[in-house]
């Protein structure tokens, strides 16, 4: 790691570049269009650096009392970074109006903001909706070992496919998750890549859709089961635009008709459905792929 939470506190001289150089790369990265504008990335910057000094952590020594961020691991710490920087940069682009819906650029929005299983690594797994405060973010990280073990076990999966594996080492090391690294490396006994695979973005991308899928079907909350069920038995409409399923094809083995139908609950208050107590449920195209995306990391009601 290049520097710790423990070198803010009591090495700021030397560690507040470091943490600049990181926060100024994080802040281009999420950004996107706006990554160019200085004004924009000190926003974001100065926004996190103010949290830290408002925590007492950044140069506080042993002047001000720890808190739960001077006891997560590198890692964690890494990810509560990582998060912060994100969520500001986000509302800075949405107080910018910014009009990201070509393509190309909704395609990279969504890859960082939504669908990138590692960044919920440290997301869905640290956690994925903004928090209030940054302490109640680090209360949540620092409870997620049952989650954090699911995603090694979706990760080990990939050693199937070894391409796939090393180009998600790869992002575990970009990202700063140095201990879920080396238990990778130490279990499946692998190294990480000298060079970098030329593929390797095709590979991460393949990657992804297994630990979604993985993660999904490993997930006790009922309305991620509900919702990996519409994406199995869901089948194209006469229309041709939609997809439909009876609510009794849903509920199969361990899923209750009343199951379903409270998971159908769930997902339409998520904006994921627009189902109203029909018993046939009609999803378009664009709703089964971010349907196929969904998990959230809470047990179910």
Known sequence: MPFTASDLRYRAEQSYPLLYAYLHRNAQRFLGALKYDAFEVDTVIGHVVEQLVRLGLLGGEDHTAQTALDHLTDAQFYAFLNHSVRNKAIDRLRKRRLQVSTAAEMEGLEDEENTNPLDEAVESVWGTTPFSTPEELTLHLVSQHDLRNILKHCIFVLSAAPNQLQAVMQELHDIGADDLLSTVIDELHVTLPAELNPHSSQHKDHAHKKL??????????????????????????????????????????????????????????????????????????????????????????
């Not at 635009?241 to 009343?258: G, H, R, V």
């Not at 997902?267 to 009609?282: A, P």
């Open 212 to 301: 979604r899928s993985c993660l999904q079907q490993k997930s006790s909350n009922l309305t991620v089961r509900v919702a990996v069920r519409i994406t199995m038995y869901t089948e194209r409409s006469s229309d041709k635009e939609t997809y439909a399923a009876e609510i009794p094809t849903l509920a199969q083995d361990d899923l209750s008709l009343q199951d379903v139908r409270r998971g159908l609950e769930g997902l339409t208050r998520e904006g994921m459905l627009d189902w109203h107590g029909e018993e046939t449920v009609y999803v378009t195209s664009a709703q089964l792929k971010r349907l196929s995306r969904f998990y959230r990391d809470d047990q179910e009601e």
